[in-house]
């Protein structure tokens, strides 16, 4: 078995407020880089030009340098930059912090013995984190949340990562210059000792630059070892509701959305059997995608914590904890070569590797060439993998 573990403040009038109306130049920019910044827990990225000695010109992470984190006894009251407490960065950040605070007080109960160890820290050049950690618990071997908020000054040079991906990224931007940006998000993955009970992850995550550019992302899916319909029309159906509420449209679109972000593809299974999944999301009033996604932050703890109660204390023997850690093998491999943030992190060595590295289970197996038998459980969840069903 394997073990596996910006920039000088702006003046107050340049405000970090989103438009009614999304804008064209750094949709698709805002909708990769906060991806990378975001989809990783609490990854605390910063961009900044260096020379590049010795270096290909075509090496985008040649441009890039990492920005020191210092450790400190407790967070700032807050942690972005804006002054004012009614703007939405400010607001975001409070929602996501209260989000993480219930979510870790929820989680401690249901868990009985576990308790969240908590990490802060704070960016040389702006913004911060909050990490808060579980081990050894009763119910989860390991669970971690981290809120992450990062603002400063991103050179054009970084966008050449997105070109990379063969799409057009602001074009109309001179080398060399730089656009002020802030993003904010909370990230959560929980891995549980029993087979019965799935693990969990969510993101949800808000992008903006000075000019007024803006974008909101996340998700929550979940990811078990063993099929139980009921438990998965109970997840699914959750946020189908919420997202009707809201639109109709967002549950199939966001669902699907979620099924091929979350694919291994070298395996050519999915990583669970999904949720929803959205990003760059900024089609409307932002003050409405915010409702939403504060509803869906909302509905981590109702839509997870009943099926880890129902199923925490069933009994389970050798073979079925065994197949659990063949999935988690398959939950790295989707982190280290798939997760846009993940591998952006690992890349340019740009982060603080702990947060990251947070997201992964402490233990999983790799067997080789490892076939379920025949009509077994494992084959019959495996088979979902391959070809996701609709759950409502």
């Not at 970090?16 to 804008?23: C, D, G, M, T, V």
């Not at 590049?52 to 400190?72: I, K, W």
């Not at 981590?300 to 925490?312: D, F, R, W």
Request: net charge neutral; hydrophobic share 35%; with cysteine.
């Amino acid at each position: 078995m394997a073990a596996v573990g910006g920039g000088q403040p702006l003046p107050e009038a340049r405000r970090w407020a989103a438009p009614s109306q999304p804008s064209s130049i750094w949709t698709s920019t805002a909708a990769f880089l906060g991806g990378c910044v975001m989809a990783a827990a609490g990854l605390a990225l910063s961009w900044r030009p260096r020379a590049s000695q010795g270096a290909s010109s075509g090496d985008a992470f040649s441009m890039l340098t990492v920005v020191a984190h210092q450790e400190v006894e407790e967070a700032p009251a807050v942690l972005g930059r804006d002054p004012d407490p009614t703007s939405l960065p400010r607001r975001w950040e409070e929602m996501l912090r209260k989000a993480q605070a219930s979510i870790c007080d929820a989680i401690e109960e249901c868990d009985g013995e576990g308790k969240f160890k908590t990490d802060a820290w704070v960016r040389s050049t702006g913004g911060g984190g909050i990490s808060r950690v579980m081990t050894g618990g009763k119910v989860w071997e390991k669970a971690g949340i981290g809120l992450s908020v990062i603002y400063g000054d991103m050179p054009t040079e970084t966008l050449m990562l997105a070109r990379q991906r063969q799409a057009r990224y602001a074009s109309d931007l001179n080398a060399g210059e730089k656009v002020p940006f802030f993003t904010c998000g909370l990230s959560c993955v929980m891995h549980p000792k029993n087979p019965h009970c799935p693990t969990v992850h969510f993101n949800y995550r808000y992008f903006c630059t000075e000019a007024g550019d803006w974008w909101f992302g996340g998700g929550t899916d979940i990811t078990p070892a063993y099929l139980d319909e009921e438990d998965m029309r109970h997840f699914h159906g959750s946020y189908k509701k919420i997202c009707d509420k809201h639109d109709t449209t967002f549950y199939p679109k966001f669902k699907k959305w979620a099924d091929e972000y979350f694919l291994i593809k070298h395996r050519g299974e999915t990583r669970g059997l999904g949720g929803i999944f959205f990003d760059d999301l900024n089609d409307r009033d932002p003050e409405k995608i915010f409702a939403f996604a504060q509803e869906c932050l909302g509905n981590v703890v109702p839509s997870y914590v009943p099926i880890m109660e129902k199923n925490k204390n069933k009994a389970y023997d050798e073979d079925q904890k065994r197949w659990q850690l063949m999935r988690r093998g398959r939950y790295v491999e989707f982190n280290l070569v798939y997760d846009r943030g993940f591998v952006f992190g690992l890349k340019t060595g740009l982060g603080r590797v702990e947060t990251m590295m947070m997201t992964l289970p402490e233990t999983a197996r790799w067997e080789y060439n490892h076939q379920p038998a025949p009509g077994s459980e494992e084959e019959k969840i495996l088979k979902l993998f391959k070809k996701s069903p609709e759950w409502v």
